[in-house]
């Protein structure tokens, strides 16, 4: 025996006014967490070749959150190895400076200028920030984050 006939939906009125009014009280709440999280924070748009979807955008915020301390911590190590670069020429002979120089990069673990960019664009670009980002302090991109974020999930609930 059949409860319903093919085409009509199950339930009632009521319960349908009540599912949309959980609905709207949820995108509420979600709407009011999102102005307290972006409360003086200016948010960009990231424009990319693919534009991302609303879960895709979350997974990513949500791994951004919890790297950030991570990539500061990384970021640190790369600004002590490209302070041990030399800035000054010892030698006029360029032979002999650049066997300088790759022996200092092979003794003590310096950066160029160049590999210090290309490292950092990596750091960058692994949590979604292009590769010319620059980053401001922990706190400051931690903030960004979780006002992106809580956009992100009050963009999801609301209808």
């Known amino acids: 025996m059949y409860v319903g006939t093919?085409?009509?939906?199950?339930?009632?009125?009521?319960?349908?006014?009540?599912s949309a009014a959980a609905s709207r009280r949820a995108a509420a709440e979600w709407y009011q967490k999102y102005q307290a999280d972006c409360k003086n924070i200016r948010i960009l748009e990231h424009l990319t070749r693919e534009p991302m979807g609303l879960y895709e955008e979350y997974i990513l915020l949500r791994n951004r959150m919890k790297e950030l301390p991570?990539?500061?911590?990384?970021?640190?190590?790369l600004d002590k190895r490209a302070r041990l670069w030399p800035k000054t020429r010892v030698?006029?002979?360029?032979?002999?400076?650049?066997?300088?120089?790759?022996?200092?990069a092979r003794t003590?673990?310096?950066l160029s200028p160049e590999a210090y960019n290309v490292e950092l664009?990596?750091?960058?670009t692994r949590l979604g920030y292009p590769s010319t980002y620059g980053l401001r302090t922990l706190?400051?991109?931690?903030?960004?984050?979780?006002?992106?974020l809580s956009r992100n999930i009050w963009r999801?609930?609301?209808p």
């Open 108 to 110: 003590t673990n310096a």
């Open 121 to 124: 664009a990596r750091l960058l």
């Open 156 to 158: 999801s609930v609301t």
């Open 70 to 77: 991570k990539l500061f911590e990384d970021k640190a190590k």
């Open 6 to 18: 093919l085409g009509e939906r199950p339930g009632t009125d009521e319960e349908a006014e009540a």
């Open 139 to 148: 706190s400051a991109e931690l903030a960004q984050a979780r006002c992106e």
């Open 91 to 104: 030698f006029a002979d360029p032979a002999l400076e650049r066997r300088r120089i790759e022996e200092l």
